[in-house]
């Protein structure tokens, strides 16, 4: 699985947030993108994991123009091919741990005994075995952002997309989750995509970007 990212731009109104902006990636890449708030990281992602729409450009995922899909097509296309670690966790506080990690598989037919497995299987991955019928007001933050990553990859995506994924934890809960991240990131053989504003973080990518004036560069 590849992805192809070719004269990529979005603008809002007369605001050109993104402009011609172009590079690919092979499947077990990373990659860190960089940039002030406001120049356009998570606007990119959103793009990336077709939650929206560039204003012109190209975005090929495995060969796959998302986009030329039927909107339930491209939904399940989102669903199967694509993870995504928010900074802020939004776990549905109504269910447990493992109810919030299989959720993704409930989008497009019955959850499986091998999704429920394999929720079982990623659950212990992250550390959180003991917690798995917990709710998420019983969890500590970086234990929520650990359900997070594990609802990410429940699907196995070939894309993970993680927009500011430590932003909102202490340096202890965030090294954590870093850890973890890479950790699954290896085992996964994923193409992984990370928007931060943490130095440390980005440097651990194995290519890094910075969005500046619209543009990507690369370090």
Known sequence: MALKVEALSKHFGDVNVLRDISFEMARGQSLSIMGPSGSGKSTLLHMLGTLD???SGLIEIGGQNPFALPELAL??????????????HHLLPQYSVVENVL??????????????????????RV???HRIDHRPSELSGGERQRTAVARALINRPALLLCDEPT????????EEIADLIF????????????????????????????LRGGTCFEA
Do not use: W, Y
């Open 75 to 88: 939904a399940q296309f989102r669903n199967q091919g694509i993870g995504f670690v928010f900074q802020e």
């Open 103 to 124: 959720i993704p598989t409930l989008a497009f037919g019955k959850t499986s005994s091998d999704a429920r497995d394999r929720a079982r299987d990623l659950i212990d």
């Open 53 to 55: 729409r560039p204003s």
């Open 167 to 174: 932003g909102s934890l202490d340096g202890v809960r965030a």
């Open 183 to 210: 950790e699954l990131h290896r085992e996964e053989n994923n193409i992984s995509i990370c928007a931060t504003h943490s130095t440390a973080l980005a440097h651990r990518f194995e290519r890094q970007f910075e």
């Open 127 to 129: 550390g959180l075995l």
